[in-house]
């Protein structure tokens, strides 16, 4: 009777770690989806361009993003390649939990046909990008957890609302 009793708690102790894990995983989702909201409306309320910048995990660290901002040099007579897209400081780079990660797919690009900077919009811009005029670049991400689905995939329209389906 008592071996079965432990073998009953050892199993529930073994369930409730991996049930943290989720959570853990779950939370880190909900700060994300703070941050997209609070980097809308720092980017239309000082009409800078921003971009997400992601790193995937590596065996040293785990999955983070960070935010770069846009320096339009079109007026400047000598470009560099490195100075179009800055880390922008006032944002800290956020960790992911271990064995968690986002991926982020581009919607409707096909809006931008008669668009002309390709630093904003071309096969080198980021996938994420708010625009500083209260537009975003539309995307659908969603969060893995083990390379397992977490949630419903979330969606930030061209208005840069987020939206859980």
């Known amino acids: 009777m008592v071996i ?21 995983a ?12 609070k980097i809308n409306k720092e980017s239309t309320d000082q009409a800078k361009v921003f971009a997400l910048n992601t ?3 590596t065996d040293v660290a785990p999955f983070s ?4 901002e846009y320096h339009d040099q079109s007026l400047e007579q000598i470009q560099q390649a490195d100075r179009t897209w800055q880390l922008y400081k006032e944002f800290k780079t956020r960790q992911l939990p271990n064995n968690v990660s986002l991926s982020i797919q581009g919607l409707n690009t096909a809006n931008y046909n008669k668009a002309k900077n390709e630093d904003l919009l071309g ?7 708010w625009f500083g005029n209260g537009e975003a670049k539309p995307v659908r991400i969603q969060f893995y957890y083990a390379q397992q689905p977490i949630g419903h995939e979330l969606e930030l329209d061209h208005l840069g609302k987020v939206n859980e389906n």
């Open 4 to 24: 079965v009793i432990m073998t009953i708690m050892a199993s529930l102790v073994v369930l409730n770690i991996g049930g943290v894990d989720q959570r853990r």
């Open 26 to 37: 779950m939370q880190a989702r909900e700060m994300f989806i703070l941050d997209l909201k």
């Open 55 to 57: 790193q995937n995990a």
């Open 65 to 68: 993003y960070n935010l770069y």
């Open 123 to 129: 096969g080198k811009a980021p996938q994420l990008i």
